[in-house]
């Protein structure tokens, strides 16, 4: 089956995931515009609003990630404002608190890749993955049989 654009539907569908996978941003955001405006194939809205999806959602995740190390740095300041002399109130601390907010933050950027390349292998097939936490959101936008 093809798209509109005259390329398989499957790969149009990987090629949404790729795209999430090394642009993001602007190109995710118009790729999934034109497939939600134009294209009638569920299989293609699903994987589209699915790769857009993971892709805030890892963005959400980053920015909290990285604004828990600002809130220890706000710590240890007003600690020395009052001078309390605490363990937190070293830079050998806030330096290991920030090695592991970066760890995790690239622990989120490395699942992030893997199951963005699963998506794009699995869609090229016509298969997905199911995320558990935007499937309900991809049944309820997603598909034309459920707009009105």
């Not at 949404?16 to 009638?40: H, K, N, P, R, T």
């Not at 937190?88 to 390349?117: G, H, V």
């Not at 993955?129 to 049944?139: M, N, Q, R, S």
Request: aromatic share 14%.
């Amino acid at each position: 089956m093809k798209s509109k654009l005259g390329i398989h539907i499957g790969f149009l569908a990987c090629l949404c995931f790729l795209v999430g996978y090394f642009m993001g941003g602007i190109s995710l955001i118009a790729l999934v515009g034109y497939i939600l405006i134009a294209e009638d194939s569920d299989f293609v809205r699903i994987s589209a609003v699915k790769s857009l999806l993971i892709v805030l959602f890892v963005s959400v995740l980053h920015a909290l990630v990285g604004l828990l190390p600002d809130v220890f740095d706000f710590i240890n300041w007003f600690t020395r404002i009052f001078n309390a002399d605490t363990q937190f109130n070293s830079t050998e601390a806030i330096s290991k608190i920030n090695q592991i907010f970066d760890f995790i933050d690239w622990i989120i950027d490395f699942c992030k890749k893997i199951l963005m390349l699963l998506l794009a292998f699995m869609a090229c097939g016509m298969k997905t993955i199911k995320v558990p936490f935007i499937e309900g959101l991809i049944a309820k936008y997603a598909r034309r049989d459920r707009q009105q």
